[in-house]
């Protein structure tokens, strides 16, 4: 008999959630038995929700083969806020200059660069859309970091949101400094988004 996908599901979801929103935090562990416990199934669902989870890089296995919320590396967060400017770049080829009416500058930070992004990818295409979303879920972590490592990253995030509705050159700019700020600064936001970590590392 076939697996019933639907536990699996439901896991998945659930767990995805809870990275997603840092109530499970890089480099937590993530205990098969505990997990299942948690969600009332047997082990199978949640190794498929794991595995689905470490296919989009969200978790990953460790040397002692035991799951763990991903953390990149300097090299790997670097090379992924390249990726997410060069998919902005895309999808501001098809960008239609239009103020955006769910934001506002009292919105937390990471919400805010998410309404933001999807703002601008709204035209994108479908691949472009769903690569722009893959990347800003591994970057979540840096996100809550960017405010502690990066000194009026809220400023600067509001500072681009108010040039939603000019587009062009000016809008490109900002958005290309914006970027070129955290790859240069990779290592201090990591850093960061370490410390926040730590004192839930063994959860």
């Avoid at 076939?2 to 979801?13: C, F, H, K, M, S």
Wanted: aromatic letters at 6%; hydrophobic letters at 40%.
């Amino acid at each position: 008999m076939a697996l019933d996908p639907r536990p699996g599901e439901r896991v998945y979801q659930e767990i995805k959630q809870a990275i997603l929103s840092g109530e499970l935090v890089t480099l937590q562990r993530l205990d098969i038995d505990k997990l299942a416990s948690q969600f009332g199934v047997s082990a199978t669902p949640v190794r498929y929700a794991l595995a689905i989870l470490a296919a989009e890089r969200l978790v990953r296995l460790n040397t002692s083969r035991i799951y763990q919320v991903a953390f990149w590396s300097e090299r790997e967060l670097r090379e992924l806020y390249q990726w997410r400017q060069h998919l902005t770049k895309w999808a501001l080829q098809s960008y239609a200059p239009e103020s955006p009416s769910a934001l506002s500058p009292d919105t937390d930070y990471a919400a805010a660069y998410l309404a933001m992004m999807g703002h601008i990818d709204r035209n994108a295409n479908t691949e472009a859309r769903r690569a722009g979303r893959s990347a800003d879920e591994r970057l979540q972590q840096a996100l809550r970091a960017e405010t502690d490592a990066l000194p009026g990253a809220h400023e600067e995030l509001n500072q681009i949101v108010a040039s939603l509705d000019r587009g062009g050159a000016v809008l490109a700019n900002k958005l290309r400094r914006y970027f070129d700020r955290r790859i240069s600064h990779c290592a201090v936001i990591r850093s960061a988004a370490h410390a926040k970590a730590m004192p839930n590392n063994g959860g």
